[in-house]
């Protein structure tokens, strides 16, 4: 940053007073609350938020120094103000996959093409993206979730958001973009699933991994066999018996 642009003294000053401010109306709201989800102390935790960052950023810029606070992320919905009986509702999700075995999301790709007289031009299983267009076409979102392991994809973090609103929407009128204008204040309920929940308990996983016959220490020899037959099933002599007893 050019000296020119610099905050001044004056200014890093007054960014002081203004978490000064904000400590104490945060304080005075907390000495107030009116229950765990109280407004005022969820307003007045990001007013200290806010004026902490804004601090922080001017204090680095104008003399390279930093506070030891760490300003946390918004990791809660703020406080519901939607209708108490909604009259209708929408579903958000989001689920991450990771392609790890592209030839085995080829495979399964190639088995519905066979099967499907009406798939997409020939050769669509040829590729990850047409494999991928072919699977989510023929199975439901809820189904590639629950055997993700078989189209040789890998789970990441996953998000479902029920939100409330007045009234339904016409037909169409979101398709254009499902995903915007979507209001944190409206939001029921959430669910979340991630790998970073877990890392708790990875310290007491550790005592499991050398365990006898009955212990995890034998489930690899399991997950080997497994393996082993789902890549026989997906042979290309039986890719059409196959498929017709998935379905």
Request: charged share 35%; hydrophobic share 35%; glycine share 6%.
């Amino acid at each position: 940053m050019s000296d020119a642009a610099q905050p001044t003294a004056a200014e890093v000053r007054a960014a002081a007073e203004a978490v000064k401010t904000a400590l104490d109306r945060h304080l005075a709201a907390v000495e107030r609350r009116s229950g765990e989800e109280d407004p005022a102390v969820y307003d007045a935790f990001n007013e200290l938020a806010a004026a902490a960052e804004a601090y922080d950023e001017l204090l680095y810029d104008r003399y390279d120094e930093v506070t030891p606070f760490e300003i946390p992320g918004e990791d809660t919905l703020p406080p519901y103000t939607g209708p108490e009986e909604p009259s209708a509702l929408s579903v958000l999700i989001r689920r991450d996959y990771a392609v790890a075995e592209p030839q085995r999301l080829m495979a399964q790709a190639r088995r519905v093409e066979a099967a499907d007289e009406d798939a997409p031009g020939a050769g669509a299983s040829g590729t990850v993206h047409g494999a991928l267009g072919l699977l989510f076409g023929e199975f439901e979102p809820d189904e590639i979730a629950s055997r993700h392991k078989e189209f040789g994809l890998e789970e990441g973090d996953s998000t479902l958001w029920v939100t409330a609103a007045d009234e339904s929407a016409e037909p169409g009128e979101w398709l254009e973009a499902p995903f915007e204008q979507v209001d944190p204040e409206r939001v029921v309920c959430r669910f979340d699933v991630s790998a970073v929940f877990d890392e708790e308990f990875d310290d007491g996983d550790e005592d499991d991994e050398d365990e006898g016959e009955d212990g995890e220490a034998d489930l690899p020899d399991l997950d080997e066999d497994l393996d082993t037959d789902l890549d026989t099933d997906l042979d290309e002599d039986g890719e059409s018996a196959r498929l017709e007893a998935d379905r």
